[in-house]
């Protein structure tokens, strides 16, 4: 059965194949017929009535796309605020035909979509019947400013927008008749009139972002999806910018769940996850960002963070800073963001503080800990599994970014004596990115009270001969706190795949100091990160560091 969301006579498979080689259809150019009576067989009576009262006139200019944005999201918000109950369902006279439902517009647009279907006594004399149709009805008629008459080809509107096809197809007398009537606003006459003509032409002769918009919102109300997919297509083409890229994000949600506006929406999310992959950078803009930009952020894999634990301060902190009212926040947190925080890569210090967060409801956070446990306890192979599992649409909560400290995974024990069991994993890339003096450290760890890391580094050997691997282990600072602690280092290595000690001793720490090996493998640089080094298993370093506190 052909899909109604496709031209009839331009299916979106040829469409896409034409702008892929550069090619225009011509094949269904119809634009020679636009409006001329000798191709037409019925006439469009277009009435244009006043638009709701604006705090700032259509008539202000708007130099950027971010004054645009703002003039529009007001007067958007402003024209919900007083369309609530404006037009009874009387008015619209296709709500009573059959399957028409789907092709009004969405409750959530801006303005509704009203269609009237009426005869003529002759000729193209336009009559208007508001008159007859408002008899009995308790409500102020909106003022038609002026009207537009235009020829039309039922068969070529038809074969564009189901909206069109529905109402000259829908079996009744009305569809039989010649004249048909669309009420709009005046801030759509422009957008509508781009539409029409597409539906001849397959083009436009607008190229400005607000413009696009514009006519990318009368598509979706009219259904021509192929419209909205060439707006779509020349949108992704402009050069983005934050605001025009929210903007993007922020349109109703009929047009953001149309196939043909998500290549769009994902760039906008793309493009706002590059711009602000390193939000301590841009920290107060992010944290002026609304809701939908803040989440195209935290669902990217680059996002250049500490560790997780940041991320959770961060959403803790923007949603604090955006939502005064506790449990407007609860909802937010619990419904938009908490699925992008990926809590089983939080440390097992930050997930309790989790449990006693008063801005989660105590089932969210318990059901988001508990899940975050069960994952660490997993085997690796059972976490990789997870994670090869995990729907890309909606969370990638199972997937590990890019952590600016690696987490580890820690086993303690406190009988017979404090003791510590560290294992950290490094891949191939993250070792061959260190050289020639780079380092990694890992997430914190905690012993006896006290807070640990490790560091895994590219450097010179003690005769400055060759460059190697070297293993140290640090104490967070934290006063003047004297620790002794007995350590030791193991890596695994084939082909046993067994933890193998390299190296043991024990370091009196003092805040701040680090103790290790430099050449932990006894190798140099290049033997380690050849194809046949022993230590990397499938393409993976595996590394543990016991740690015990001497008495």
Same mark, same amino acid.
């Given at each position: 059965?052909?899909?109604?969301?496709?031209?009839?006579?331009?299916?979106?498979?040829?469409?896409?194949?034409?702008?892929?080689?550069?090619?225009?259809?011509?094949?269904?150019?119809?634009g020679f017929a636009f409006n001329d009576s000798n191709f037409s067989d019925r006439i469009l009576r277009i009435e244009i009535m006043a638009d709701p009262v604006d705090p700032q006139p259509d008539s202000e200019t708007c130099t950027t796309i971010a004054d645009w944005a703002r003039h529009r999201k007001r007067r958007r918000e402003d024209i919900k605020k007083d369309n609530v109950g404006d037009l009874p369902d009387e008015q619209i006279l296709n709500g009573n035909q059959p399957d028409m439902d789907d092709c009004v517009a969405s409750e959530n647009q801006d303005e509704e979509v009203v269609a009237m279907v009426e005869e003529s006594p002759s000729g193209d004399e336009a009559v208007n019947s508001n008159d007859d149709l408002n008899l009995g009805m308790d409500y102020a008629e909106p003022a038609v400013v002026r009207f537009k008459t235009l020829h039309i080809s039922s068969p070529i509107l038809a074969a564009k927008s189901p909206f069109f096809y529905k109402l000259f197809s829908n079996g009744m007398r009305e569809s039989e008749l010649r004249h048909v009537t669309l009420r709009i606003n005046a801030s759509e006459?422009?957008?509508?009139?781009?539409?029409?003509?597409?539906?001849?032409?397959? %083009?436009?002769?607008? &190229?400005?972002?607000?413009?696009?918009?514009?006519?990318?919102?009368?598509?979706?109300?009219? /259904?021509?999806?192929?419209?909205?997919?060439?707006?779509?297509?020349?949108?992704?083409?402009?050069?983005?910018?934050?605001?025009?890229?929210?903007?993007?994000? +922020?349109?109703?949600?009929?047009?953001?769940?149309?196939?043909?506006?998500?290549?769009?929406?994902?760039? *906008?999310?793309?493009?706002? *996850?590059?711009?602000?992959?390193?939000? %301590?950078?841009?920290?107060? +803009? @992010?944290?002026?960002?609304?809701?939908?930009?803040?989440?195209?952020?935290? !669902? !990217?894999?680059?996002?250049?963070?500490?560790?997780?634990?940041?991320?959770?301060?961060?959403?803790?902190?923007?949603?604090? #800073?955006?939502?005064?009212? @506790?449990? +407007?926040?609860?909802?937010?947190?619990?419904?938009?963001?908490?699925?992008?925080?990926?809590?089983?890569?939080?440390?097992?210090?930050?997930?309790?503080?989790?449990?006693?967060?008063?801005?989660?409801?105590?089932?969210?956070?318990?059901?988001?800990?508990?899940?975050?446990?069960?994952?660490? *306890?997993?085997?690796?192979?059972?976490?990789?599994?997870?994670?090869?599992?995990?729907?890309?649409?909606?969370?990638?909560?199972?997937? /590990?970014?890019?952590?600016?400290?690696?987490?580890? &995974?820690?086993?303690?024990?406190?009988?017979?004596? #404090?003791?510590?069991?560290?294992?950290?994993?490094?891949?191939?890339?993250?070792?061959?990115?260190?050289?020639?003096?780079?380092? @990694?450290?890992?997430?914190?760890?905690?012993?006896?009270?006290?807070?640990?890391?490790?560091?895994?580094?590219?450097?010179?050997?003690? #005769?400055?001969? =060759?460059?190697?691997?070297?293993? =140290?282990?640090?104490? #967070? /600072? &934290?006063? $003047?706190? $004297?620790?002794?602690?007995?350590?030791? =280092?193991?890596?695994?290595?084939?082909?046993?795949?067994?933890?193998?000690?390299?190296? &043991?001793?024990?370091? %009196?720490? %003092?805040?701040?100091?680090?103790?290790?090996?430099?050449?932990?493998?006894?190798?140099?640089?290049?033997?380690?990160?050849?194809?046949?080094?022993?230590?990397?298993?499938?393409?993976?370093?595996?590394?543990?560091?016991?740690?015990?506190?001497?008495?």
């Open positions: 059965m052909k899909d109604l969301n496709s031209d009839l006579f331009d299916p979106v498979t040829v469409m896409e194949s034409e702008w892929a080689h550069g090619g225009s259809n011509s094949d269904a150019d119809f006459e422009a957008a509508l009139m781009e539409l029409l003509n597409f539906m001849y032409s397959n %083009t436009l002769s607008i &190229k400005t972002a607000p413009g696009l918009l514009d006519v990318l919102m009368a598509a979706d109300k009219f /259904e021509v999806a192929s419209c909205m997919r060439y707006c779509s297509r020349l949108l992704r083409n402009i050069a983005m910018t934050p605001e025009s890229a929210l903007l993007y994000l +922020e349109l109703p949600s009929s047009v953001l769940m149309a196939e043909a506006v998500q290549p769009l929406t994902d760039a *906008a999310k793309q493009y706002l *996850a590059s711009r602000y992959k390193d939000i %301590t950078k841009f920290q107060e +803009e @992010v944290m002026n960002l609304p809701l939908v930009g803040v989440e195209a952020i935290l !669902s !990217s894999d680059d996002l250049q963070v500490a560790s997780e634990d940041a991320v959770y301060d961060f959403v803790l902190k923007w949603a604090r #800073q955006q939502y005064s009212n @506790v449990e +407007e926040r609860r909802i937010v947190l619990g419904s938009r963001l908490a699925r992008l925080i990926r809590f089983p890569y939080m440390t097992c210090r930050k997930l309790k503080k989790v449990l006693t967060c008063s801005d989660f409801e105590h089932d969210v956070s318990s059901k988001l800990v508990l899940e975050a446990l069960f994952f660490k *306890a997993e085997v690796p192979h059972r976490q990789r599994s997870l994670a090869a599992e995990e729907p890309t649409c909606s969370s990638r909560r199972f997937l /590990e970014r890019a952590y600016k400290y690696r987490p580890v &995974k820690v086993v303690e024990f406190e009988l017979p004596r #404090q003791q510590c069991v560290v294992y950290l994993d490094l891949k191939r890339d993250e070792c061959n990115n260190l050289f020639p003096s780079g380092r @990694v450290y890992s997430q914190a760890f905690h012993l006896g009270g006290q807070g640990f890391f490790l560091s895994a580094h590219c450097n010179m050997d003690q #005769q400055s001969s =060759f460059h190697c691997f070297g293993l =140290f282990l640090g104490m #967070q /600072e &934290k006063g $003047s706190v $004297s620790f002794t602690v007995d350590y030791e =280092f193991a890596a695994r290595s084939r082909p046993t795949e067994e933890f193998v000690s390299k190296y &043991k001793g024990n370091y %009196t720490f %003092t805040g701040g100091k680090a103790v290790g090996y430099r050449n932990l493998f006894a190798i140099p640089w290049t033997s380690f990160m050849a194809e046949d080094c022993l230590y990397f298993i499938n393409g993976v370093l595996h590394l543990r560091a016991e740690l015990t506190i001497r008495h």
